[in-house]
């Protein structure tokens, strides 16, 4: 999997004691092409599978070691079609990469990865 440094905007227990979410923010409105910024939320994305599987989710949040985990995209003022579509299709593909299904498979520190994505405004 790809090492690299990502900034997940917040950390919170889900709505089940065996849930924790790593919850990103994206805010718009987006003055440059929108395929930049989906770019961005991928590369985002990533980051938090890569954080959750390979422990550094349970290194900073112990109590989060071998739960269900839900990577959250929580989204103002953004194009939704674009943003919804973009989050579908990685939401249900990510997880039939082989080095995804295979890193969660033999991963002790998270039992099940699932997304999310929220819309608002904010005026």
């Known amino acids: 999997m790809t090492k690299q440094d990502t900034t997940v905007d917040f950390i919170a227990r889900g709505s089940s004691p065996d849930e924790w979410k ?28 890569d954080a959750a599987i390979d422990g550094k989710l349970a290194e900073k949040f112990p109590d989060s070691l071998g739960k269900n985990v839900v990577i959250q995209l929580d989204c103002y003022n953004v194009p939704r079609d674009e943003a919804e579509a973009f989050f579908k299709r990685f939401a249900d593909g990510v997880l039939s990469v082989p080095d995804y299904k295979d890193g969660l498979a033999r991963s002790r ?6 997304f999310e994505i929220t819309f608002d405004s904010i005026h």
């Open 109 to 114: 520190f998270v039992r099940k990865l699932s």
């Open 22 to 49: 790593m919850v990103l923010v994206e805010s718009g409105p987006w003055t440059t092409p929108t395929d930049f910024h989906l770019r961005r939320i991928q590369e985002r994305l990533y980051g938090c599978l």
